[in-house]
C-alpha cells in the first residue's frame, strides 16, 4: 500500500448521503410543470408505470444492478414516461431531473467528507468522481458543488454522460485517461461492492470499501480495505510514503 496520487469517489452513499428514494414525491413536483394532462394521471400511477418499465430492463435491482452495465440516460427514460402517459410538460430534460431528483432524493454531504476534501487538498491528492447515475450530468455536478461546495474535483463523470456503467472497467479506464495516471497511483472509494469495489480491482485501481452511509446488506470481506468514517482513512494516509 502506497500514498495515491489521486482518489476517485462514487457519488451516493459516499460522498452525499441521499434520503430513502421517493419516486411518488419527485413526480409530483415534476407534475407541478404539466400543461397538459390528457388522461388525468396521477403521481402514483405514473410512478407504478415508471417502476414497472424499469423492472423490465432490469434497472436499480440491488442484487443485480452490477449486471447493468449500460447506462439509461435519465432524459430518454422521462421523454418516454411522460409522453406515453398524455403528459406535456413546460421544463426542458435538464430541469425536469433537477426537480424529480431534489424532491425524490435530497442529500447531504456524508459525516466529515468536506473536512476530509481538504485534508486530501493539503496532502496535495488529486480528487474525482465517477458515478453511476442516470441524470444528466450538469445536473450531478449541481448537487455535489451545492452539498461540498469547496471541493476541487478535477472532474465529476455521471454515467449518463459516458454510456458505461460501473462495475465495466471501460469507465475506470476513460477516468484514468482523463486523470493522465496508471492505475497503481488511483485508489477508488465507493459504498457498493460489485459495482464499486470489485470494478475498480478489476480496472487496476486500488478498492477502499465505505460503508459509513451505506444502505444495503453488508458481508465483511477480509482482503479489501474497509472505512466506516473519514477520520480513520485520513489517519491510514498519514502513515503512506
Not at 16 to 31: C, I, K, S, Y
Not at 47 to 68: I, S, V
Not at 137 to 156: D, M, Q, S, T
Amino acid at each position: 500500500m502506497k500514498k495515491p496520487k489521486m482518489i476517485l469517489f462514487d457519488y451516493g452513499q459516499t460522498l452525499v448521503n441521499e434520503q430513502r428514494f421517493n419516486g411518488v414525491w419527485g413526480t409530483e413536483a415534476v407534475l407541478k410543470y404539466a400543461t397538459k394532462n390528457k388522461y388525468g394521471k396521477s403521481a402514483e400511477e405514473i410512478q407504478a408505470y415508471a417502476t414497472m418499465l424499469n423492472q423490465e430492463m432490469g434497472r436499480f435491482d440491488p442484487e443485480k444492478k452490477h449486471l447493468f452495465q449500460l447506462e439509461v440516460p435519465n432524459h430518454m427514460f422521462t421523454k418516454y414516461l411522460y409522453e406515453s402517459q398524455g403528459i406535456e410538460l413546460s421544463i426542458t430534460p435538464e430541469e425536469i431531473d433537477r426537480v424529480f431528483w431534489d424532491a425524490a432524493a435530497p442529500g447531504t454531504a456524508t459525516e466529515g467528507m468536506a473536512e476530509f476534501l481538504k485534508f486530501l487538498k493539503e496532502k496535495g491528492i488529486r480528487t474525482g468522481v465517477i458515478s453511476n447515475i442516470s441524470y444528466c450530468g450538469a445536473v450531478v455536478e449541481e448537487r455535489i458543488n451545492r452539498c461540498l461546495p469547496e471541493n476541487e474535483f478535477e472532474f465529476i463523470m455521471a454515467t449518463s454522460e459516458y454510456m458505461y456503467r460501473k462495475p465495466n472497467k471501460r469507465i475506470f479506464e476513460l477516468a484514468l485517461k482523463k486523470a493522465e495516471l496508471p492505475p497503481e497511483d488511483v485508489w477508488y472509494i465507493g459504498d457498493q461492492y460489485q459495482c464499486d469495489i470489485v470494478g475498480a480491482k478489476n480496472a487496476g485501481l486500488f478498492p477502499v470499501w465505505y460503508i459509513g452511509a451505506i444502505d444495503m446488506k453488508y458481508e465483511p470481506h477480509e482482503e479489501i480495505l474497509t472505512i466506516e468514517t473519514w477520520e480513520t482513512l485520513r489517519e491510514l494516509l498519514d502513515t503512506l510514503n
